[in-house]
Structure formats: structure tokens, C-alpha cells
């Protein structure tokens, strides 16, 4: 597993801040990257993405759009975009991909994304744990970000592990520290 590369974002949308992964740490963080003029990333990606802002509660999951244009700049503007958002009313943060000195943006670049829709998953931790290129069925989705979930970071692990010690643990099982134990 590798850390996931920061974004590269020229601009954001529905944020009043620009936002990190850096500052997303302790959250998964679930990335759709896509273009307006893209049909897979309107058929499927984009509304997948709502799907999973509704579905995952927010203090644990961040959803973000990534508008990562590769092919037709002059269509795909800021302008272009910022209605495309408003008509399909997407309401998580989407961050315009920096240009690159190619045709491929940053952030595209960063990820090695192969095209549009691609969708990144990102644990806890910052570390990279998907990278999808195409349409990804909503269960195998959800059970990634499921297992994310229900594994936490790599330090609750830790302080988990640390409760199940087996020094702690006798004939009859393990309890569980009361607040006196845990000090």
C-alpha cells in the first residue's frame, strides 16, 4: 500500500475551504474522479458518488469529486462545471484538477488514473487502498468502504489490540478495562 498523493485542485466547489487529504486523516475518504462530457462517469460514477454521501455518515466517510479533464479543455470549463454541478445537484466538494504540462491533469497524473470514471478509496490512515477505473459495482463499493470502517486506523488497532492483551485476559476471558485499568 502506498500513501495517497495529495490533490493537486485549482479551484473547489461546494467547500468554503480548499480541503487536503492531510486534514481528511481518521476519515476514509472516497474520490470520484471524472469529467462533465464523460457518459460512464454520468451514468454511473457520479451518481454512485451521491449514493455514497447519502449511505455513509459523514463524520466517517468524506465523498469528493475530482473534475479531472484529459480531452475537450475549451468545453469543460469552471463555468461549464459549476452549472453541470448545480443541474445534477451534487452537494459534496469537487475539486477542478490542476492542469498539467501535457494533456493530463496533476492529480491524474499523481494517481496514475488510466481514465474517467475512476474511483479512489482512501483509509484512515492516508493510505491508498483502491483505485478503480470504469464502473464498480455499488456492493463491491460499499463493502470496501464497509471493511475500511470496521478496521478504523492503524492507532485504534493498536489501542484495541492493547485491551485484548493477553496479560489481561485469564481462564475465564477477557474484560474489558474499566476507566481504573486503563490509566
Not at 451521491?50 to 459523514?58: E, K, M
Not at 465523498?63 to 480531452?71: A, D, K, M, S, Y
Not at 499523481?110 to 481514465?115: I, N
Not at 490512515?125 to 470502517?149: C, K, M, T, W, Y
Request: charge should be negative.
Amino acid at each position: 500500500m502506498q500513501a495517497a498523493p495529495e490533490l493537486t485542485v485549482s479551484q473547489w466547489f461546494n467547500s468554503n475551504q480548499p480541503l487536503t487529504l492531510r486534514e481528511l486523516r481518521g476519515k476514509v475518504v472516497v474520490i470520484e474522479a471524472f469529467q462533465m462530457l464523460c457518459p460512464g462517469c454520468v451514468s454511473h460514477g457520479l451518481p454512485q458518488a451521491v449514493r455514497i454521501a447519502a449511505l455513509f455518515p459523514a463524520d466517517r466517510v468524506t465523498v469528493l469529486g475530482l473534475h479531472t479533464v484529459f480531452e475537450h479543455h475549451a468545453a469543460m470549463t469552471p463555468v461549464s462545471l459549476e452549472a453541470f454541478i448545480h443541474e445534477y445537484q451534487l452537494s459534496f466538494p469537487i475539486g477542478v484538477d490542476e492542469a498539467g504540462p501535457g494533456s493530463v491533469p496533476k492529480t491524474m497524473a499523481a494517481y496514475g488514473l488510466q481514465g474517467t470514471p475512476s474511483l479512489l478509496i482512501i483509509d484512515q490512515d492516508g493510505l491508498l487502498r483502491a483505485n478503480h477505473f470504469g464502473q464498480v459495482p455499488d456492493l463491491q463499493a460499499g463493502a470496501e468502504i464497509a471493511s475500511l470502517l470496521s478496521h478504523g486506523t492503524h492507532q485504534e488497532q493498536r489501542e484495541l489490540s492493547k485491551e485484548g492483551d493477553p496479560e489481561n485476559c485469564g481462564e475465564d476471558g477477557c474484560p474489558v478495562p474499566t476507566p481504573a485499568q486503563e490509566t
